[in-house]
């Protein structure tokens, strides 16, 4: 059993900067982050290996946020710079316990934070 808890998430004006970070309980390996708008999909953010080596991330995430991990604090960070209006969701931490490397559908995810509001005020 993995519990998940996010924090970090708040209002920023357009091109400002949030950092999310998820604290894990319990053992696993990948982990990522989905945000979900209002009225749409759950959508893949980023994701990061057990190791922390290999990070993969969506296109609207590409050099703008980064995810990194603290294996000795069981925690997870998506480091979110240049931030936009549509980039409004709430985000979710994801942990698996299969998989050594990130992965971009939801489904490779066994747990999920209760995910935590972000707001970009334009």
């Known amino acids: 059993q993995v519990q998940l808890v996010e924090s970090g998430g708040g209002l920023v004006q357009a091109g400002g900067s949030l950092t999310l970070s998820c604290a894990a309980s319990?053992?696993?390996?990948?982990m990522g982050w989905f945000r979900q708008a209002p009225g749409k999909e759950r959508d893949f953010v980023a994701a990061?290996?057990?190791?922390?080596?290999?990070?993969i991330y969506a296109d609207p995430a590409k050099d703008r946020f980064t995810i990194s991990r603290d294996n000795a604090k069981n925690t997870v960070y998506l480091q979110m710079n240049r931030l936009k209006p549509e980039d409004t969701a709430v985000y979710y931490c994801?942990?698996?316990?299969?998989?050594?490397?990130?992965?971009?559908?939801?489904?490779?995810?066994?747990?999920w934070g209760q995910g935590t509001q972000v707001t970009v005020s334009s």
């Open positions: 990061i290996s057990w190791s922390g080596r290999d990070t």
């Open positions: 994801a942990a698996s316990t299969t998989y050594l490397s990130g992965q971009r559908r939801a489904t490779e995810y066994d747990y």
């Open positions: 319990g053992r696993s390996y990948s």
